[in-house]
């Protein structure tokens, strides 16, 4: 089966940076996503990473280091609204996406 | 109206019940997805369409019962569910995934809250 590990929560001060690591164990790799979902909402897409390296899009970055199976989002300029649940999610050679259980940000004031 | 929209966004239902969730794309997807999303577990995928067939079904009791009827709806028929089957139900569509999509992103609804006494 697909494994998928990140930390439950995490607490920052807004205007602070942090980093959501993903790691993953998955028959074959075709794709890692990132997600935001806000409670009571759909999740929506932050990034994709298919190759090694760095993916900047403003304040948001997405890592992906393929031969580690690991990947990390980085969230820049912490804003009050960044509270949300931040779901990583890779797709295998059979385009099956499997999801982590999502790490809860909470940016305090 | 544009993305994907469920209905209803709260239900709840006794144990012999039957009720069904309704979820509608309007961005020109050819695949749609029912998940399942329980309080602090990984999204489970239960249900795939792909051009409006459904091309995969993960172990999934048959109380639940998918419909597609076309590449726009999808639906899912529920009855005689358990307490433990409360949970958010997300739709999603895509295009059909397949080595030449690229992302291909997965847009959601923004689900059904389910709560079955």
């Known amino acids: 089966g697909q494994n998928i590990d990140q930390p439950t929560e995490m607490t920052a001060t807004e205007g602070a940076i942090v980093q959501i690591n993903c790691t993953y164990q998955?028959?074959?790799?075709?794709?890692l996503f990132w997600y935001q979902q806000h409670a009571g909402e759909a999740p929506t897409f932050l990034s994709y990473?298919?190759?090694?390296g760095l993916e900047e899009k403003g304040r948001f970055s997405s890592f992906l280091s393929r031969s580690k199976g690991y990947s990390y989002l980085l969230l820049k300029e912490l804003q009050m609204k960044d509270s949300a649940s931040y779901l990583c999610?890779?797709?295998?050679?059979?385009?099956?996406?499997?999801f982590g259980a999502g790490t809860t940000v909470t940016v305090r004031a | 109206e544009t993305g994907v929209t469920q209905t209803p966004r709260h239900l709840v239902m006794g144990m012999t019940n039957k009720k069904s969730l309704k979820c509608e794309q309007h961005?020109?997807?050819?695949?749609m997805y029912w998940y399942k999303q329980s309080a602090k577990k990984p999204l489970e995928l239960m249900f795939v369409?792909?051009?409006?067939?459904?091309?995969e079904n993960n172990s999934v009791p048959s109380r639940f019962s998918p419909e597609c009827p076309n590449s726009s709806h999808l639906f899912l028929h529920l009855h005689t569910l358990q307490p433990e089957d409360s949970a958010l139900y997300l739709c999603?569509?895509?295009?059909?995934?397949?080595?030449?999509?690229?992302?291909?992103?997965?847009?959601f609804g923004a689900g059904s809250r389910l709560t079955v006494l």
């Open positions: 999603a569509s895509s295009q059909a995934q397949d080595s030449l999509s690229g992302a291909n992103v997965l847009t």
């Open positions: 998955t028959s074959g790799f075709n794709g």
């Open positions: 990473n298919v190759l090694d």
């Open positions: 999610a890779v797709r295998d050679n059979d385009y099956k996406l499997s």
């Open positions: 961005l020109g997807h050819n695949a």
């Open positions: 369409y792909s051009l409006e067939e459904r091309v």
